[in-house]
């Protein structure tokens, strides 16, 4: 038994740091056998547990140690609709892995790895249209096209219902296309997942922005019969310190969508953002390792993680954290900005540099006493500020659920963060209206998303199924 779980093979950090193309290359399929031979087949299986929307995992690595790949996807989407994303996206080193038993002793069984070399496997070697449900006469409108708006439309779209997913956005996908880079999630993965709901029956409506189009009344109005909200949490938070307005500060929300989703990473963009210079992104979160590895591959000399915290403190993945750092990024932590500073030319004022970012003002911290949850809040360290030149700023500081549909909606109950209110079942206040995801709990993980789209299906079909 092979006390380590195989490596991922990836591009090489000097070679991937100056392109899009997807970091991890995969596993073989002769390396797939072998990293599920070190499953131990548990009886209890806890790793199911830890899984938000309970993948049957031994199952699964059972058939890709017998080498029969499509029983193991088969497995995988009985519950599972975004096995290629969830393979790449998912944090499993705190959810199932975390769980596995051969991590008691040694590393856990990877897998996430052998997820996505299931769902890869799939995608290239098998052409199959999804069985269609006959309608049942019901349906179904899904506001947002994220994972757990995608989610909850095939899981209700596979029972027969009737399935509309509207989305604000061009392209479906939400955080998956525009939040998401290509390094971490190729795009061609989300289509051929879109792809497969619109084989189910699912239709897929963008470009409609729910709260100004079209409202969730006038959804129930047009004969939708159930509501789900899915949209995510897209409003950015800010650090309100002077120079946020300068030009060259994005929040990490526009920095992302401009390059994935509306390619600013070309030569002639029609949407474009600021490249080459120095880089500070403030933040460390997933979504901040994303803003940073993407301001390198577009050209960045410096770039800068600026986190108020320490290391041990610090949220992304460690996997993405590894990766930012063998690719370059200079992790400025126990360091908190004050200020972004201006390059101002007041001798000439139609240099086009006026207005904008020259600096960043920062201020050294340490951790203080424990709380009484155990977390040691960072305090300033008086007199130690300091610059860091900089040419553009993203502030990666987390998100919140976009106001406008609590705004519009008759009846919907939000939480003191805008968060909409939900019971276990992912039922809102307002019968027949439901909601899951970044919506509810603020910005989270996909799996989770996944899951809550999931639970919210099963209550959906539960609530149309009886009498209403």
């Not at 080193?93 to 991590?103: A, L, N, W």
């Not at 963009?269 to 301001?295: E, F, H, L, S, W």
Request: charged share 25%.
């Amino acid at each position: 038994m092979e006390p380590k779980k195989h490596e991922m093979p990836s591009q090489a950090p000097e070679v991937r740091a100056h392109n899009f193309s997807e970091v991890a290359l995969g596993y073989t399929a002769e390396i797939a056998v072998e990293e599920a031979k070190r499953c131990l087949n548990c009886k209890n299986q806890p790793c199911v547990d830890a899984c938000p929307v309970n993948i049957s995992i031994p199952e699964f690595i059972m058939h890709i140690k017998e080498g029969d790949f499509l029983s193991a996807y088969h497995v995988i989407t009985r519950t599972s609709s975004l096995p290629a994303v969830c393979g790449r996206v998912c944090p499993q080193e705190t959810q199932c892995e975390s769980r596995c038993t051969m991590g008691i002793k040694f590393e856990p069984v990877g897998i996430g790895r052998l997820e996505r070399f299931v769902a890869d496997w799939h995608n290239e070697n098998v052409v199959e249209e999804p069985e269609r449900e006959a309608e049942n006469g019901h349906k179904v409108a899904v506001v947002g096209s994220g994972p757990s708006g995608l989610t909850c439309a095939g899981d209700l779209a596979k029972k027969g219902y009737s399935v509309t997913v509207y989305e604000a956005l061009h392209k479906a996908g939400g955080v998956l296309v525009y939040g998401i880079p290509e390094f971490r999630l190729p795009k061609t993965i989300v289509a051929k997942e879109i792809e497969g709901l619109k084989a189910l029956g699912v239709d897929f409506q963008t470009n409609v922005v729910i709260g100004k189009t079209l409202t969730v009344d006038e959804l129930f109005e047009m004969g939708y019969e159930a509501v789900f909200i899915g949209s995510g949490a897209g409003l950015p938070n800010f650090m309100h310190i002077p120079g946020e307005s300068l030009k060259g500060v994005y929040s990490a929300n526009e920095f992302l969508t401009r390059s994935n989703l509306m390619k600013a990473y070309l030569d002639d963009p029609t949407t474009p953002i600021k490249k080459g210079g120095n880089v500070a992104v403030v933040g460390a979160g997933n979504v901040a390792m994303d803003a940073a590895r993407t301001a390198l591959r577009l050209g960045a000399e410096n770039v800068y993680i600026v986190y108020r915290r320490s290391m041990e403190e610090l949220p992304a993945r460690k996997e993405e954290v590894e990766h930012a750092m063998e690719e370059g990024i200079q992790f400025k932590l126990l360091n908190n900005p004050v200020e972004i500073l201006e390059y101002s030319n007041p001798d000439d004022k139609k240099d086009p540099l006026n207005g904008s970012v020259r600096a960043i003002r920062c201020i050294q911290m340490e951790l203080g006493e424990p709380d009484e949850k155990g977390r040691r809040s960072p305090v300033p360290i008086e007199g130690s500020e300091f610059e860091i030149p900089v040419d553009t700023v993203i502030i990666a500081i987390g998100t919140s659920p976009n106001p406008l549909i609590k705004k519009t909606t008759t009846g919907l109950e939000v939480n003191r963060k805008g968060g909409i209110v939900v019971d276990e079942d992912g039922l809102t206040s307002r019968t027949g209206l439901y909601a899951g995801g970044d919506a509810v709990t603020g910005a989270a993980t996909v799996i989770s998303a996944m899951g809550a789209g999931k639970t919210a299906a099963a209550a959906i079909d539960k609530y149309l199924s009886s009498e209403h």
